[in-house]
């Protein structure tokens, strides 16, 4: 059974159109992380919500931002998506932010922008 | 800064046996983590290593130096299936998990 949801599986949006992207989890863990992973590339953190707690990254844009209205789901909200944001965009999950925890990834969200 | 360094691409033969290295430098360490990524999908965790030493699980194994800043990723009896990217990740003194940029592996005939 799928435990991290990552809908849609893949996404087109317009350039300069707002687009949402959602992540549901069904393992009940406190930390939910958004990356972004580009062609061959490491995923990059953009954000992740510890509890109710926000952290943003420092290189994150403004355009990006998220909101995780209860524990079981997270969102990522691109306002104003330009032809640079096309990407895999991944939600991943773990119990606490340390110890022998590991990250959970959903499918991932594959975006292009048109 | 933080760096993780890996292979960007290995070639081997199914049946044979590959090591994946990865080295890296980060403030603090509180484990290292290598996950499999097939194209298009999302990671999958593979191994967990906070200790030196050897970690076997079935036809993967994982080392780690901390002295050495180094880690590999052991993959035996190769099947085609194994054709994938695999990332290194290190976490680190505050708790996040620095990626590197994963080795992409291709298995031959």
């Known amino acids: 059974d799928a435990m991290v949801i990552q809908n849609p599986r893949y996404q087109v949006t317009q350039f300069g159109k707002p687009v949402t992207l959602s992540c549901s989890q069904t393992?009940?863990?406190?930390?939910m992380y958004w990356y972004q992973q580009k062609s061959s590339q490491a995923p990059k953190l953009l954000f992740h919500?510890?509890?109710?707690?926000?952290?943003n990254e420092a290189d994150t844009p403004d355009n990006f931002q998220s909101r995780r209205p209860n524990t079981s789901f997270c969102f990522l909200d691109i306002r104003s998506p330009g032809l640079g944001d096309a990407a895999m965009y991944l939600c991943?999950?773990?119990?606490?932010?340390?110890?022998?925890?590991?990250?959970?990834f959903g499918q991932g969200t594959r975006l292009t922008v048109v | 800064g933080q760096n993780i360094d890996q292979p960007t691409e290995m070639t081997a033969t199914e049946g044979a046996i590959v090591q994946i290295n990865c080295t890296y430098q980060t403030s603090g360490f509180n484990g290292l983590f290598w996950y499999q990524q097939h194209a298009g999908e999302a990671p999958t965790f593979l191994s967990y290593?906070?200790l030196d030493g050897l970690e076997e699980k079935g036809r993967f194994s994982s080392f780690l130096s901390r002295s050495k800043g180094y880690s590999y990723l052991l993959l035996k009896e190769l099947q085609m299936k194994d054709s994938a990217s695999y990332l290194c990740?290190?976490?680190?003194?505050?708790?996040?998990?620095?990626w590197g940029a994963g080795t992409k592996l291709i298995i031959k005939p």
């Open positions: 919500y510890y509890d109710k707690d926000f952290n």
């Open positions: 991943a999950t773990s119990k606490d932010g340390g110890g022998v925890s590991k990250a959970f």
């Open positions: 290593n906070v």
């Open positions: 990740a290190v976490r680190d003194s505050n708790y996040q998990l620095i």
């Open positions: 393992l009940n863990h406190n930390v």
